[in-house]
C-alpha cells in the first residue's frame, strides 16, 4: 500500500518563499497548500486539516504569534513550524510559549527546512520504546507522553512534540547527563553547531511547564560543558 501523502500548509506573505518552499515540498513528496495572510491560514487550516504548518512570523494582518495562538486552539497537536527573520532568542521562546513546535531562521536552507518537518512526522509516528512508562511523576507534574498533557495542581498545559522526545530521552537516561550534541541529533535529526540553541530554548519552555520555580530548577538540570539530566 502507497505512504499517504502528508499536506503542508505555507502561511507567507512573500510569493518567493512560497513559490520556493512550494517547489521543493512538492518534489519531496508533499501536498502544498499556502496563504498569504494569517486569517486565511487559520481558515484553510480549519478547513484543509493540514498534516504540519510552515507559518512566518511577519505577516500582513496578523502578529504571527497571534496566529500560532489561534491555530492551537484549533488543533492541539498539529506541528507547526515558524518562520522567523529575528535573532533574538526572546522572540524564538515566545514563539514556542505560543505553541509552536519548532523554528527556521530567516534566511534558511529549504533543505533543512524539510529535514525538520520529516524529523516532526518521524517522532509523532514513532511507536513507545517497549517498557516505557507513557506517565511520568517529575515533581508535582504529571506527564502523560501519550496525550502530551502536563498537569500540576489545577493548571494543564500541551507539549509539543519535540518536548516529549526530550523528556522521553531524559527520562531514559535518568540521572545521568545528555549531551546538547546527542538531544539534537536523537531529537531533531540535526548535526549540531555552535549558533544552534534550539535545545536551550526547548529546555527553558520546558522548565516553564514542570518546575515550580524555573529560574532555579529541580528537575531538568543543566550538566555544565555537557547538556542536561533529569531528576525526579
Same mark, same amino acid.
Given at each position: 500500500? &502507497?505512504?499517504?501523502? *502528508? ?27 499556502? &496563504?498569504? @495572510? ?8 480549519? @478547513? ?12 500582513? /494582518?496578523?502578529?504571527? =504569534?497571534?496566529?500560532?495562538?489561534? !491555530?492551537?486552539?484549533? %488543533?492541539?497537536? +498539529? ?11 526572546? /522572540?524564538?521562546?515566545?514563539?514556542? %510559549?505560543?505553541? &509552536? ?6 534566511? =534558511?536552507?529549504?533543505?533543512? !527546512? ?6 516532526? =512526522? ?5 511507536? &513507545?520504546? /517497549?517498557?516505557?512508562?507513557? +506517565? ?8 502523560? !507522553? ?22 522521553? !530521552? ?25 549558533? #544552534?540553541?534550539?535545545?536551550? #530554548? =526547548?529546555?527553558?519552555?520546558?522548565? *516553564? *511547564? ?5 529560574? *532555579?530548577?529541580?528537575?531538568?538540570? @543543566? ?10
Amino acid at each position: 500500500m &502507497a505512504a499517504v501523502r *502528508k499536506k503542508i500548509l505555507i502561511i507567507e506573505d512573500e510569493p518567493q518563499i512560497v513559490l520556493g518552499l512550494s517547489d521543493a515540498l512538492a518534489f519531496e513528496g508533499f501536498i502544498v497548500a499556502s &496563504a498569504s @495572510t494569517g486569517r486565511e491560514g487559520v481558515a484553510l487550516a480549519k @478547513t484543509q486539516r493540514p498534516n504540519a504548518i510552515v507559518l512566518d512570523l511577519m505577516l500582513p /494582518d496578523m502578529n504571527g =504569534f497571534k496566529v500560532c495562538e489561534v !491555530l492551537r486552539q484549533q %488543533d492541539r497537536l +498539529v506541528p507547526i513550524l515558524m518562520l522567523t527573520a529575528r535573532s533574538q532568542e526572546a /522572540d524564538k521562546i515566545r514563539g514556542l %510559549d505560543a505553541g &509552536a513546535d519548532d523554528y527556521v531562521t530567516k534566511p =534558511f536552507s529549504v533543505g533543512e !527546512l524539510i529535514a525538520r518537518l520529516r524529523a516532526i =512526522f518521524r517522532r509523532a509516528e514513532r511507536p &513507545a520504546s /517497549d517498557g516505557a512508562p507513557e +506517565v511520568i511523576h517529575i515533581g508535582d507534574a504529571l506527564v502523560n !507522553l501519550s496525550s502530551h498533557q502536563v498537569t500540576r495542581g489545577k493548571r494543564s498545559e500541551q507539549l509539543s512534540f519535540y518536548e516529549v522526545g526530550v523528556l522521553r !530521552l531524559l527520562h531514559e537516561r535518568l540521572g545521568q547527563p545528555v549531551s546538547r550534541d546527542e538531544i539534537l541529533d536523537k531529537i531533531w535529526g540535526l548535526e549540531a553547531s555552535s549558533s #544552534n540553541r534550539t535545545v536551550d #530554548n =526547548f529546555i527553558v519552555k520546558l522548565r *516553564k *511547564k514542570l518546575e515550580r520555580r524555573p529560574e *532555579k530548577p529541580e528537575h531538568i538540570l @543543566t550538566v555544565y560543558g555537557c547538556g542536561y539530566k533529569l531528576a525526579l
